[in-house]
């Protein structure tokens, strides 16, 4: 198995401009995706592949990826913006269906 | 509209068992490879399991591996986890979620989970 490591929190003033990163020896192999967490809520996915976004996901979010490290770059951001947010990849293990999560970055918007 | 919804949650004690379900509507369920996922109280998110779509894959995490079973029937749109010796750190909401993988056009791998279950609660207490 592998692992990857967030930072546990990250704060941004309304508006502006944060970057959530996650590290993981398997990122140079596989890209990650992220999610969104609120309170009691399901994850949501808001960024795969190299830089994607599913339908329904402002562009204010973006992703990137250099060497062992995966990020998620919210440009310009919004109170409804404060949640948790998990990378997650296939880990390096040889199954493809094994994967790991990041242990989370809560996001403030102050 | 895609929807998964999981069953099956409850109060265990420990060393008992468990069988969670988890109902897709919605989409071409044999087509997916089907997850796993669980969040203990306060905590991020960890994967449990995998399931490729014709059964013929599975992984597991290796703090469930041993005691939790990944299985699939495609002619019902369902998936299972069938959970024997718990344990109190298996106390944890179970979400149930689908997979998608594939290549980029520079052929990098990526995967992701597009739909997730609201979750059901397990908790394992004496």
């Known amino acids: 198995s592998s692992e990857l490591t967030q930072d546990p929190a990250v704060s941004v003033a309304l508006g502006q401009t944060v970057r959530i990163t996650c590290q993981g020896d398997s990122l140079r192999s596989y890209y990650a995706s992220w999610y969104q967490q609120k309170p009691g809520q399901a994850p949501v996915l808001v960024i795969y592949?190299?830089?994607n976004r599913p339908s329904g996901i402002p562009d204010r979010f973006s992703g990137s990826s250099s060497g062992n490290t995966a990020s998620l770059t919210i440009t310009g951001a919004q109170a409804e913006d404060e949640a948790d947010y998990y990378c997650n990849s296939r880990d390096s293990s040889g199954n493809h269906l094994n994967v790991v999560f990041g242990g989370g970055t809560k996001l403030t918007v102050l | 509209e895609v929807q998964l919804v999981e069953s099956g949650g409850g109060l265990v004690q420990p060393g008992r068992s468990l069988r969670l379900s988890c109902a897709a509507s919605g989409f071409t369920f044999d087509d997916y490879a089907m997850h796993w996922v669980r969040q203990a109280p306060g905590k991020g998110l960890e994967w449990v399991s995998g399931i490729s779509w014709n059964s013929g894959s599975i992984g597991y995490a290796d703090s469930v591996k041993g005691r939790f079973t990944i299985s699939r029937d495609n002619a019902k749109n369902s998936l299972y986890l069938q959970m024997n010796s718990l344990r109190a750190e298996d106390t944890a909401l179970y979400y149930c979620a689908k997979a998608y993988h594939d290549y980029d056009s520079s052929g990098y791998y990526y995967f992701l989970f597009d739909y997730w279950g609201q979750g059901t609660l397990v908790t394992v207490s004496s």
């Open positions: 592949g190299k830089n």
